[in-house]
């Protein structure tokens, strides 16, 4: 008989959807969006929710369709392609960047504050700490519900809660002027500081995740997995949501607390320490410690399952191993520098993957999907590529004829052109067919 889940478990599903979401870029990129879109703040707050929400929830509604994860979404495309794209976004989402920097920012907000002066061996010894407790609960793959979304999810709700609450109900001044191009072009510079989040990426590995975790509970129906799939989506989006509009608030009336802000994690630290004295730093350290504990838990298992799925030769419990010291090497190099190396390589693989989402939503209406999906992709890789490089420094004036390139979204007109051209193309005729019709 098929297994459903109690509404409390559905609930915790959705806890541990948010809490594997709620990482280090939701933290730190939030509050100095907000300084800098000042009066802007609404148009910067859409653009950003659009990429840092709805995007990562229309790629659970991608993986829920698809029934399965990054290999799933990407079965019109050349296996090999498939492999290599899924295994790009899983490297720079774990070993590569991703990982490394929740436990980075952990660092900063969460321990700088109460010691004299960081070093390396600080930090050193921190992270051995944080990726032994993440390798501890990512290798009880078949309790991440239970430990994340009952216990862990909550606590950090409730951490949550009391920040908000004192940001709306004791802000630290007016909201400020609309600076650099947020003055501009709040809504387009809110879109692309909505990529940092890596949440759109994020959805693509943690899909596949929540539905290991359901069949681990006995949920095997597609069709069941894909209703506790979208509720857990809709759940964590929400959540989501509320605590960007709070970050988003925070920073554009923090300009008193913080008139010069190096990053968001200072405004961030500095706003809390204004509302709450001492006692704030001891829940901003908790909020950014579970927050980041929670991503790397996640990240850490989907990793481990989806080389699992690719190769049986590789055993899920040598994979979490394996790429829990990886990430713990990699932390080490520093925040600013693991940033600087991040933004190019996002600004490059984010196209591709919010056009996979999308195509994959409307597979079942092309007439030719393997075209499509070849053709749009690689417009959108190549496009992407140009931003990448853009970000990274490299001189681009050439390319500024392209329309938004200078935003950051040259990606954007050619993706969809090529999507229009090659979906209006007809599909091939099988072979059967074509035999018919010349008789």
Known sequence: ????????????????????FLG??????????????????LLAIAGFLLTAVGLPLLGLFAIAKAGGGLPTLGKFLPKRASILLGLLIYLILVPG??????????????????????????????????????????????????????????????LL????????????GDIGVAQSEYATSPFAKGFLDGYMTMDALAALMFGLLIIHALRNKGINSPAKQFKYLAAAGVIAGTGLAMVYIALFYLGATSHLVTPSPDNG???????????????????LAA???????????????????YINDLSTKLPYKGVV???????????????????????????????????????TLISGKLRNPRLTYC????????????????????????????????????WVLPTFLSFVVSAGLPAKPAAGELATSEG
């Open 321 to 359: 191993i394996t790429a829990t010291a990886v990430c713990l090497l990699v932390a080490n190099i520093g925040l600013s520098q693991l940033i600087a190396i991040s933004i190019p390589i996002l600004m490059a693989i984010y196209p591709v993957a919010m056009a996979l989402v999308l195509l």
């Open 97 to 158: 960047f991703g990982i490394p920097r929740t436990a980075l920012v952990a660092y900063e907000m969460g321990v700088i504050p109460f010691v004299e002066s960081g070093s390396s061996m600080t930090l050193a010894i921190f992270t051995l700490c944080y990726f032994s407790i993440a390798l501890f609960f990512a290798l009880r793959e078949g309790q991440l519900i239970d430990n994340v979304g009952k216990v862990i999810a909550p606590v950090l709700l409730l």
């Open 24 to 41: 280090a870029g939701n933290m730190i990129f939030p509050p100095l969006a907000g300084f800098y879109a000042g009066d802007n703040l």
């Open 161 to 172: 809660c009391v920040v908000g609450i004192g940001v709306f109900f004791s802000p630290q």
């Open 375 to 410: 053709v749009t992709l690689s417009v959108a890789l190549l496009f992407g590529i140009l931003d990448g490089l853009s970000a990274a420094g490299v001189e681009m004036s050439f390319f500024n004829v392209i329309p938004m390139f200078e935003q950051g979204l040259a």
């Open 1 to 20: 008989m098929e297994k459903s889940l109690k509404p409390f478990d559905v609930v915790a599903l959705g806890f541990m959807t948010f809490a594997f």
């Open 265 to 283: 994690g200072q405004i961030f630290t500095e706003y809390v320490a204004a509302i709450f004295g001492p006692t704030g730093q001891l829940v």
């Open 287 to 305: 909020v950014v410690s579970l927050a980041c504990l929670t991503t790397a838990i996640g990240a850490i298992s989907a990793f481990g399952d």
